[in-house]
């Protein structure tokens, strides 16, 4: 089955700098790559994806980059708030379709400092 | 519309009891998913619906674990005995099945057996 890793498991950044998570997937035919944040007490939340069509994609302060051929896939977030503190996690789908299951990676906990 | 709806959001049994975990998904979403979030193993998925039909069970630890989905609105997570490896948060997602995009997670349980 998918295995994905991820890097690092604990980040600290000054406020207003760029914080970067990185992200392994195994299996090549996987098409589909979520970004989740959690915060405190919450359950994970969607918050940017992208499709193995797409080598970039930009949403604001987010953007994910696809390297399909090193199967990886990066989480870049630009000038950092506060509110940005929580655990990110990543996770690889085959399928194009909601009803597949997303393997997730064990998630990265990153810290804003003011 | 009010999201993923999981209860109770807390729960502490004795070991060797029943719990009984409560997940409604959005209205319109064909797709379910049970989850376990624990620090050392992260996010792990238990199982998943398609149409209230059991595709997946791979992630069931042990037959102490039972799941249904007898309605397109309400699916149960039971754990008869519960043990206290059992203590995690327990996540439910939904999704439609024609969806492109990631899973929408509801709150949690977190459950406590001591």
């Known amino acids: 089955g998918e295995n994905v890793e991820q890097h690092p498991s604990t980040l600290s950044v000054q406020e207003g700098d760029s914080a970067v998570i990185k992200c392994t997937y195994s299996d090549s035919a996987s098409n589909y790559f979520p970004w989740y944040k959690q915060e405190l007490g919450k359950g994970p939340q969607l918050i940017i994806d992208i499709r193995s069509n797409v080598g970039e994609k930009k949403d604001q302060r987010i953007a994910v980059t696809l390297n399909k051929t090193a199967k990886h896939f990066s989480l870049h977030i630009t000038e950092t708030q506060p509110e940005d503190s929580a655990v990110y996690f990543c996770?690889?789908?085959?399928?194009?379709?909601?009803?597949?299951?997303?393997?997730f990676g064990t998630g990265t906990r990153l810290t804003i400092i003011p | 519309d009010a999201g993923v709806i999981q209860s109770p959001r807390h729960e502490v049994t004795e070991m060797g009891q029943e719990v009984t975990l409560r997940c409604k998904p959005i209205s319109g979403h064909n797709s379910l998913f049970w989850y376990r979030q624990t620090m050392m193993r992260g996010l792990e998925l238990l199982i998943y619906?398609?149409?209230?039909?059991?595709?997946?069970d791979s992630g069931m630890p042990e037959d102490r674990f039972s799941a249904k989905m007898p309605n397109a609105s309400f699916s149960t997570l039971k754990i008869q005995p519960s043990e206290p490896r059992d203590s995690a948060v327990y996540f439910c997602?939904?999704?439609?099945?024609?969806?492109?995009?990631?899973?929408?997670f509801g709150s949690g349980t977190r459950l406590t057996v001591v």
């Open positions: 997602a939904s999704s439609r099945i024609r969806d492109g995009h990631g899973y929408t």
């Open positions: 619906f398609n149409n209230n039909v059991p595709i997946d």
């Open positions: 996770a690889a789908r085959l399928s194009n379709f909601g009803n597949e299951k997303l393997t």
